[in-house]
């Protein structure tokens, strides 16, 4: 029994000191085969950090893949996937975690394809410590620029320089100190608070756990003996206390707490705390964790909170200090990393994703993209997969945040497709744009009820899509008439007008369509208060733009139609001869030809002008207009 209650007691004091161990999270990235895997799989080896039968696992795989003849393969401890191991490469990010007696780690291994940036820019997000990779037969490479570039931006604040591979240059110390020089040049484009240079050898061992007996010259750490020291100053701990509401904690009707993880700072029991954005106040009566009640926590800490007062909290919302509560704003410069195959545009609208807060964004500007092998500022038009830009972007409603720097939880942010649900960019925050607080609505004494009285019938959007050659112009320039003779305030935009004055300096590439259609939008926006009812013929091709122009309307404003013709009957009638220019090459990005429609999936109305003459296509479009626009005088 005493020795049953001994082992207990050593098992217990084992786990509490593992539990007051500080967590270091780090990244491995690097080019191709530069032995990200491998340093990875030799340390946990090394460390005697992985269980016998994951060794035999590990001998077997070694054998079966024969990357490394009778040898071990370390790399294949991290290399997770099957496919990964019979093609001998990674390509996804691998995260791995343990811990040594001074310290517990996440580790990531990203791949080194520069195809790959988005994810590397995955596992850097989060990361305190870089240990970029360089061959040292190889030298600096492009990518270890662009890795660093990233790291940089992301906020990584210590580097390992872990010139590996020391063994296929004799362990020269010439090499090295080459190398180092090399990497020293581009140290000023960076905002490292350090970085240490580390000579080794992955696959033979040296300086990954053990000082190498081969490289004496080299006096500095070990690769572990880094990561067990290296002092991490987190800037959120510095911050004032944010705790993003991750759910409602409701187990019974007598207990109601707010559960999350805090985003920076620290919160104690009798805190006054500030709720946003309802900007409630209260006081904090608990702190939980599991089933103890903690006087304190601090960043990074996953916890419970009671309130002493009764206030309506939900997933969403920013619990902070009520002294120093968080900025609020709905406009942003951002740096902006691209992760989708469909290039991002100015315009474009998407799902924005800020902790667990929610809204629509818009990328209203790109500054610049980064050229990140040569540190240039380019221009940009659109954003293509693994860009990295500086944008500014429109949020449709005001949001709590904190520059990236301050916070990263508060500071990062997603991007998502509101089709597809696909994450299509990740980002930080930078600041927010006074502007979006200096410029406020200005109310009219003349309201657009009293102008549509005035007109005697409501104002509403009809918007006209279609193919070149459909007949939208056609179909909306004879309902307009009609109307026009019936006393109906109408006006048209059609999209040559537009063209030629407002939109003289657009072309016909996606991005020039999508703020084409953006103005054109605005504009309908101001006609639509003036009580006009407004009729718009524009190809308008993506799904997108004309939802992003809906979302600008109440739900009853705004009418599409769809002029459904078959491009065969388009091509047929061709009035300007456009279509033959462009299958003859003249006009480049022609809708239909080499740049797609993407037709209405519910239209208020859809005239097939295929099956359906004019006449009767524009007398059901004017039978719809009559009966949305009725002004009700009651």
Known sequence: ??????????????????????????????????????????????????????????????????????????????????????????????????????????????????????????????????????????????????????????????????????????????????????????????????????????????????????????QGPTILGFLESVEITEEAEKQPFRFPVQWVNRPHSSFRGFSGTIASGAV???????????????????????????????????????????????????????????????????????????????????????????????????????????????????LSLNDIAVTTIALDTPIPFEPYQNCRKLGAFVFIDRYTNHTVGAGMINFALRRSTNLHSQNSVITRSTREKLNGHKGRIFWLTGLSGSGKSTIANTAEKILHDEGIRTYLLDGDNIRQHLSSDLGFTAADRIENIRRIAEIARLMLDAGLVVITAFISPFRAERDTARGLFEKDDFFEIYIDTPIEIAEERDPKGLYKKARNGLLPNFTGIDSPYEPPLNPELRLNTGDKTVDTCVQSLVTMIRKEVVLDLT
């Open 1 to 218: 029994m005493n020795n049953q209650n001994e082992i207990r007691t050593r098992v217990d004091n084992y786990i509490e000191t593992q539990s007051r161990l500080d967590l270091l999270r780090f990244i491995t990235c690097g080019s191709v085969d530069d032995g990200k895997s491998t340093l990875i799989g030799r340390m946990l080896f090394e460390a005697q950090l992985i269980f016998e039968d994951q060794i035999t696992t590990l001998r077997n795989d070694s054998k079966k893949s024969g990357t490394q003849g009778e040898n071990i393969d370390y790399a294949l401890l991290v290399d997770g996937l099957e496919a990964e191991r019979e093609q001998g490469i990674t390509i996804d990010v691998a995260y791995r975690f343990f811990n040594t007696d001074k310290r517990k780690f996440i580790v990531a291994d990203t791949p080194g394809h520069e195809q790959y940036t988005r994810n590397m820019a995955t596992g850097a997000s989060t990361a305190d410590v870089a240990i970029i990779l360089v061959d040292a037969e190889n030298g600096i490479l492009p990518q270890t620029t662009r890795h660093s570039f990233i790291a940089s931006l992301l906020g990584i604040q210590h580097v390992v320089l872990a010139i590996n591979k020391m063994d296929l240059v004799s362990y020269d110390k010439d090499t090295f100190d080459r190398i180092r020089a090399d990497y020293a040049k581009l140290e000023n484009f960076f905002s490292f608070r350090s970085v240490t240079a580390i000579p080794l050898s992955a696959l033979v061992g040296d300086n990954v756990i053990e000082r190498s007996a081969n490289m004496t010259w080299y």
């Open 268 to 382: 104690s029991s009798g805190d006054k705390i500030l709720a946003l954005p309802s900007r409630q106040t209260a006081t904090v009566k608990d702190i939980i964790l599991f089933d103890k009640k903690l006087p304190t926590a601090r960043t990074h800490k996953a916890i419970t909170i009671t309130l002493e007062e009764e206030i309506d909290l939900s997933r969403g919302d920013i619990i902070v200090s009520l002294t120093q509560p968080s900025p609020i704003a709905n406009q942003f410069d951002v740096n902006l990393v691209w992760m989708n195959e469909e290039p991002g545009y100015v315009g474009r609208t998407y799902l924005i994703q800020i902790a667990n807060q929610s809204a629509r964004a818009t990328i209203t500007n790109i500054k610049y993209k980064y050229n990140i092998n040569t540190f240039e500022k380019l221009p940009s038009k659109e």
